[in-house]
C-alpha cells in the first residue's frame, strides 16, 4: 500500500489548523480584544478555505482514481 505523498500530508495538515484556528475564533473576541464581527468574518474565512482544500483533495483522489482504473 502506497503512502500519501508529502503534498497530501501537508494539505490534510493545513486543513486541520484551519478548523482548529476556525472554531476556537468563535465566542472568544473578547479575549482577542477584537469586534465580534470581525472574529466571525475570520472564521468564516478560515472554514471556507477549508472546504476548498477538502474540495480540492477530494477532486485530486478522484483524478487518480480515474487514473488508475485507465491504466488496467
Given at each position: 500500500m502506497k503512502t500519501l505523498p508529502k503534498s497530501k500530508l501537508y494539505t490534510l495538515i493545513a486543513l486541520?489548523?484551519?478548523?482548529?484556528v476556525a472554531?476556537?475564533?468563535?465566542?472568544?473576541?473578547k479575549a482577542l480584544g477584537l469586534s465580534e464581527e470581525l472574529t466571525n468574518f475570520l472564521a468564516g474565512f478560515m472554514i471556507t478555505l477549508a472546504i476548498g482544500l477538502i474540495l480540492t483533495f477530494i477532486v485530486t483522489a478522484f483524478n487518480l482514481i480515474r487514473a488508475r482504473a485507465g491504466k488496467k
Open positions: 486541520t489548523i484551519l478548523l482548529v472554531s476556537s475564533l468563535f465566542d472568544r473576541h
